[in-house]
């Protein structure tokens, strides 16, 4: 009973290291999207991915950001030099189709990131 | 900018009330509406989800809107203390894409035995 798996669960780094967040979606989803919860603020769309290739990165900030789903292995968010701002949950969700609405996207349980 | 508003709350029911959270977004054209729950450090949950005006029932929850006001509305009926987590509402904006969910704030539900 795989739902969207995320690790790691919590992530602390320094300001100026690089973080990793990685989410292998639902068994047989082939389209995943990352949400990030700054605190005290709604999650915000960061960008939809399919397998290799990144389909919509409107949400995601121009700088120190990346994403990838890449043909083998879990999609990864990475941010580079980490800054104390970027200390949210980040979430990642999968669906099965690109075109799924909000009642077939399943979250997963997020990850942490505090930036110290 | 397309913005979904709630009050954050908290709002405290006593068990076996309802529970009444409400919601209002900006986007005339949004076209879908869910309520998620949130327990904490935990994922959002989708709890209901609605497209039409009116009302939509499921189980104990009831979930209403009215497009013309803008306004979406998750009733919680015989509230237990399981119940309390912060809930999500969430739309789809119109020229967006359907996975492109607008969450507000949340408003964080206490139940009180």
């Known amino acids: 009973n795989a739902g969207v798996m995320q690790n790691p669960r919590h992530l602390v780094r320094r300001r100026g290291q690089e973080a990793r967040l990685r989410c292998s979606p639902m068994?047989?989803?082939?389209?995943v999207y990352w949400y990030r919860q700054l605190p005290e603020e709604g999650l915000k769309f960061m960008v939809y991915l399919q397998k290799e290739n990144i389909i919509d990165e409107s949400g995601m900030p121009k700088e120190r950001f990346s994403a990838e789903f890449p043909k083998e292995g879990p999609s990864i968010l990475r941010i580079q030099q980490v800054v104390r701002g970027d200390s949210a949950a980040y979430f990642c969700?999968?669906?099965?189709?690109?075109?799924?609405?909000?009642?077939?996207?399943?979250f997963g349980e997020g990850s942490w990131l505090t930036v110290v | 900018q397309k913005e979904v508003e709630q009050n954050s709350g908290p709002l405290s029911v006593p068990e076996g009330a309802i529970a009444s959270l409400n919601c209002t977004y900006s986007d005339r054209g949004s076209q879908s509406f869910f309520w998620y729950r949130q327990y904490s450090g935990k994922s959002p949950e989708l709890i209901m989800f609605?497209?039409?005006?009116g009302d939509k029932e499921d189980g104990r929850f009831t979930a209403q809107l009215n497009k013309a006001s803008q306004y979406v509305s998750l009733l919680i009926r015989d509230s237990q203390p399981s119940d309390s987590a912060t809930y999500l509402c969430?739309?789809?904006?119109?020229?967006?894409?359907?996975?492109?969910?607008?969450f507000g704030k949340g408003t964080k539900l206490s139940v009180i035995p």
């Open positions: 969700a999968s669906s099965q189709s690109g075109t799924d609405s909000g009642n077939t996207i399943y």
């Open positions: 609605i497209y039409s005006n």
């Open positions: 969430a739309v789809t904006p119109s020229g967006a894409g359907s996975y492109q969910l607008t």
């Open positions: 068994k047989g989803h082939s389209h």
